[in-house]
């Protein structure tokens, strides 16, 4: 290799060539994660902040982003992130030097191939169990973090993440479930973001939220493998023709979820009109835009000064 490289260059020409391919095949699991990244870094910076520690969240995505196009230009397919444990870890004792720790160790096990030895001696059912408590951890402060009112809609949301492995490594996984587990992480995100605004009767919200799943439906973000526009004669975006359920039929391509989303919208702008006419309950009294916004304070809460017993008071003063 690098007597390739000394020998004609490294040339970048040509470099950007396939980036369309890639942003269709890809485009909609990298949006995804890359939404999910956002999202779990700045949970993360707040859960850090209930702890007591105040971080800020533009820095730490920003640590992020050069991270893991550093990471990506060396041939890593793994994104960095804030890790979710800070809060159980500082109340271990954990400090600087347990991140340094860690980095420390990753760097030699990658330089020496250490990671491969460990891989053969190391049971992958230890890993997976650890991997299975972390996810204990992580639905335990999602339910924590919520009013029981909004269980059902995270719950279900939960549920449509699962999706994604109801059809991983199968050569004919049931299409049903297919639908879901394309663009699942936007998927799950706006349904459960659709039937929280549905419960409180924010029916604008919910409106605006159908409206996003339209466009996404329409562009292939959600329900298809592929990010395009282009449709068969059958209405279903292009790299979805197996998805139909009979041969030549139309199935359930696209433009079903298209027109569901786009009346569902609609059905939820009428709803809010008829609210403000007084013919539906109004909304929840608890406001959701305020609870983000208490949540998404930087500043840690201030608290009352002590104040010391000067002893009695000195009456020649």
Sequence with gaps: AAQTAG??????????NYLGEAARDYGSLVTGLACTNFIGTYACVLSAKKG???YSPAESMLVDGLGSVIGALFGSPYGTTVYIGHVSYKKMGAKRGYSTLNGVLYLFFGLFGVQGVLDAIVPHECVLGVIVLIGFSMATQVVESVDKRWYPCVLLGMLIAVSDYGVAGLQTPNKDITFLSNGYIWTSLLYTFALMMLTDRWFLAAAGVFAVMTLFSLVGLI????????????????GEQNMAQAGESSGAPGWKFIVCY???????LICHLAQKKGCITPPEEEDFRQIQAADAAMMPEEKQPEVKDAGPA???A
């Design 262 to 268: 786009a009346v569902s919208s609609a059905i939820c």
């Design 314 to 316: 000195n009456a020649d």
């Design 7 to 16: 020998s004609h260059g490294l040339k970048w020409s040509g470099c950007l």
């Design 52 to 54: 007591g520690d105040v």
């Design 223 to 238: 329900h298809a493998a592929e990010l395009n526009v282009q449709f068969d004669k059958h209405g279903t975006l292009l």
